[in-house]
């Protein structure tokens, strides 16, 4: 089959670290196209300032990863499905949880494929962690997501805006493994959200959540963390404790330690193939829609104000 024709729009950090490369290393796609009004693109790929500029004068494309910030994704979302192109949301897959909604729907319309992407469910532990979950009794999770905001998010005035999430932009990782591996559903009890005095977005968050058979699950987010980072899920079972560590890269359970290759955003793009191929959406919201539900019940404390 010919490649998938694909333009990456948004051409920042994180195109550059993780989508560029997936793309050139998976020989279902081929880049047609980077679109940013700032950035330069890649040489020798055709670039475009606009997404409205790549849809009037080409080069042609079957799909588009959208890598801007979450505020403006909707609308080039529509815009891609409007004219039949398959869509690849980067995580958050958008800046409210009904736009999502809406693009679900209106793809299913028109008969494209729209991918909300988790990468950290892509992480080398998370599979097996999910599989050993699957069978035993949940008694206790705990949730450990600290880093430091100015060497993740250098200058990144998004992400503290309204729909930008602040530190809920990394803890929805976290989010995204913890609904995947556990076996029952978990919803939100509780949650206090501190926010810089001039910023709106919160900077740390402290939440309590339960699964469906009572287990109680914490979850500790701090941006403000400064020497080594923390990426942590501990899962405490009837048959022993396990740990997934460094963003779900390495997998410790009662047997020993496992560590493998980082694969995440190949296999987003070995999914996203495969959706295309087989004409299917995949758009899991439930992740954002517990960090809906903590901005909606939590309990909001000013805090200094931060300056990056």
């Given amino acids: 089959m010919d490649p998938i024709r694909i333009a990456v729009v948004g051409v920042g950090k994180i195109a550059r ?11 279902a796609f081929s880049l047609a196209a980077t679109v940013s009004p700032r950035d330069p693109g890649v040489e020798g790929v055709p670039h475009a300032k606009s997404l409205d500029e790549l849809i009037a004068n080409g080069p042609a494309v079957d799909a588009v990863a959208l890598c801007t910030p979450p505020q403006v994704r909707y609308d080039l979302a529509v815009q891609a499905l409007s004219k039949g192109m398959h869509v690849f949301l980067e995580k958050p897959p958008g800046a409210t949880l009904s736009e999502v909604v809406a693009l679900e729907s209106r793809a299913e319309k028109v008969g494209a494929t729209l991918f909300a992407s988790w990468h950290s469910r892509f992480a080398a532990g998370v599979a097996p962690a999910r599989a050993w979950l699957s069978d035993r009794r949940i008694e206790k999770v705990s949730i450990v997501w600290r880093e430091d905001v100015r060497v ?19 803890g929805i990782n976290a989010l995204s493994i913890v609904t ?27 939440i309590e959540f339960r699964d469906t058979a009572g287990a109680p699950i914490h979850m500790d987010l701090d941006w403000r963390q400064t020497g080594p980072q923390s990426w942590d899920i501990v899962v405490e079972t009837d048959e022993g404790t396990l740990k997934l560590a460094n963003g779900g890269a390495v997998l410790t359970l009662p047997s020993g330690t496992e560590h493998a290759e980082d694969m995440e955003y190949p296999g987003l793009y070995a999914r996203f193939a495969s959706l295309i191929r087989g004409g299917r959406s995949d758009v899991d919201v439930a992740p954002l829609r517990l960090v809906a539900d903590a901005f909606l019940r939590g309990h909001r404390k000013l805090v200094d104000e931060f300056h990056d």
């Fill in 17 to 27: 670290d993780q989508h560029l490369p997936a793309i050139a290393g998976n020989k």
């Fill in 180 to 206: 995947h591996i556990l076996p029952r559903p978990m919803f939100l009890q509780g949650a206090t959200l501190e926010i810089p005095a001039n910023r709106a977005a919160p900077i740390a968050a402290d």
């Fill in 152 to 170: 993740w998010h250098p200058g990144q005035a998004w992400i503290w805006e309204p729909g930008g999430l602040g530190v809920f932009d990394p």
